[in-house]
């Protein structure tokens, strides 16, 4: 049967007798052909009938129809009399199995595309429930599921992922040297890491970042392997010290303001008055009252004619010219803070812009008069006072980077603030000496021979983060000498931690620890 040979491959092993369909299942008959047949305990080979049975397989679809096996096999007897077995039923290789009941269909879980990771040659197309049953189906270990191999020594880096971000996080274990998953853990803790690192002997050197499960685990777990500290996030976690004494001495950031200029108080406390609608009153009055007066008219009566009283008269009639009347309108009047004017102002040069403040000083010195006085008084100050405009201060994080970043990829106008914010705080310029010198040590891999001396200039500076941050690698000192010397990094590590985020993206939720672990090990 050439035809059912191409549609049922995985039959060549058994005879096919009959194809039929039965509604909208397409059923199978089948039974076995080799005479003799292997015991499953002792291995002897027997060829003595005991009795046969018909067994169902669920097979993969057929163009879309369901495919069920209909396979009569045998139960042999076992002639070996050293075996506990006295019977056993016959396994057809890749077909059956023990208590299985489902047809051996080769499923490849590792060459198959985003959405299944699973590849069967047409017509066959697996449902989705039976490719995520396939892919659990793999121990994961083997060489038939196309997992990788790996070695049993090297160096191995460790990181966490996240399961829920912010909830549950797992571990991921990597072949540093290759670029491969070695294995998924559940979850985020020193002992599974340290089990797995007990069950696995032989790692010479661990790369990890600053998390404290790790180090415990590989402690535990491999005391001989060496520990390498990943220069990032020693770099990262500088880069947050850094941070925090830059927003501690964000005041310095500020350029300091220019002097304030106040204008003399005799111009700037009295401002000029140009003539309004009174002056031309008092000229046209000055002009009309002159007139009658060259008249003959006597004060009384120009003050009838007008309809002002007699002294007012006189005094416009006295007045040669309307300017001696204005200019006296204008006169400045003397007031109730005139005595303690001179301490005003120079209370006022000095900074001093609260009129309560202020208030309750002039009260010490015996001034009597009401706040609403002084506060028209300082109002006219504030108008007169001209305040040069400051420039913006730098934002946090941009003096960070400069002070982080190499000298030359920072732009020399930041440079130049950055030398003029070290001038105004001696604390800064100290930061900003030790951390391009632990970049430049990092870079270079120096920790062997500048680590010591850094650290201890550190503990000695001025910033307390900076301290601070120097007693968190003392805490983990062989580590982080070992990262600083060593040519090894979580490079790597970072790489396959943003693919397990796009495996998961790719599983839409369907994530779980078990199919997640055989996605990423077959990917790998």
């Known amino acids: 049967m050439p035809l059912l040979a191409v549609v049922f491959p995985h039959l060549a092993a058994v005879r096919i007798e009959r194809v039929y369909q039965v509604g909208a299942i397409v059923r199978v008959k089948a039974a076995t052909t080799e005479p003799k047949s292997s015991c499953p305990g002792c291995g002897y080979e027997s060829a003595r009938v005991h009795s046969r049975y018909e067994r169902c397989l669920a097979d993969l679809p057929v163009a879309g129809q369901e495919v069920l096996l209909q396979v009569r096999v045998r139960r042999f007897f076992c002639d070996n009399p050293g075996c506990d077995r006295k019977t056993f039923a016959e396994q057809v290789p890749g077909l059956t199995s023990r208590h299985g009941r489902r047809g051996g269909t080769a499923v490849d879980v590792a060459d198959g595309g985003a959405g299944s990771g699973v590849a069967v040659p047409v017509p066959v197309i697996p449902p989705g429930w039976l490719v995520r049953w396939a892919v659990r189906r793999c121990c994961g270990c083997c060489g038939a599921c196309r997992i990788r191999r790996w070695r049993p020594r090297g160096c191995r880096g460790v990181d966490e992922f996240a399961w829920r971000k912010g909830h549950t996080y797992g571990t991921v274990l990597v072949d540093v040297e290759g670029g491969h998953v070695v294995e998924v853990l559940p979850d985020r803790s020193a002992d599974s890491f340290a089990a797995w690192l007990q069950a696995h002997p032989g790692v010479e050197v661990i790369c990890r970042d600053r998390a404290g499960c790790y180090a415990e685990g590989a402690q535990r777990g491999a005391p001989l392997a060496v520990q390498v500290a990943d220069r990032w996030h020693l770099l990262h976690n500088l880069s947050g010290a850094v941070q925090r004494a830059v927003s501690r001495n964000r005041a310095q950031l500020r350029e300091p303001a220019k002097p304030e200029t106040t204008e003399p108080p005799a111009e700037g406390l009295e401002p000029d008055h140009e003539e309004g609608a009174a002056a031309a009153r008092t000229r046209a009055r000055h002009a009309e009252i002159h007139q009658l007066r060259s008249q003959g008219m006597t004060i009384t009566a120009i003050g009838r004619e007008l309809r002002l009283s007699r002294k007012t008269v006189r005094r416009y009639a006295t007045a040669a010219s309307a300017d001696e009347l204005i200019s006296d309108e204008r006169a400045p009047r003397q007031t109730i803070l005139d005595a303690y004017l001179p301490y005003l102002l120079e209370r006022w040069e000095q900074g001093c812009r609260s009129t309560d403040q202020l208030l309750a000083e002039l009260r010490d010195r015996g001034f009597l ?61 100290s930061v900003t000496e030790l951390t391009r010198q632990f970049a430049e040590m990092l870079v270079h891999r120096r920790g062997e021979q500048d680590l010591d001396d850094w650290a201890a200039r550190a503990e000695a500076s001025p910033a307390r983060e900076l301290r601070d941050f120097a007693a968190g690698l003392r805490r983990d000192w062989t580590a982080v000498k070992a990262g600083l010397t060593l040519p090894y990094s979580s490079g790597a590590v970072e790489g396959n931690v943003n693919r397990i985020k796009m495996i998961k993206r790719i599983m839409y939720g369907r994530a779980n620890a078990d199919l997640l672990r055989v996605r990423v090990l077959h990917r790998s």
């Open 369 to 429: 008069g009401s706040a609403r006085t002084l506060r028209r008084l300082t109002a006219k100050l504030r108008t007169a006072t001209v305040t040069p405009a400051r420039p913006p201060a730098p934002k946090i994080r941009e003096v960070t980077g400069w002070i982080v970043q190499s000298p030359g990829k920072v732009a020399a106008e930041d440079l130049a603030m950055l030398d003029q914010i070290a001038a105004r705080c001696p604390e800064l310029a």
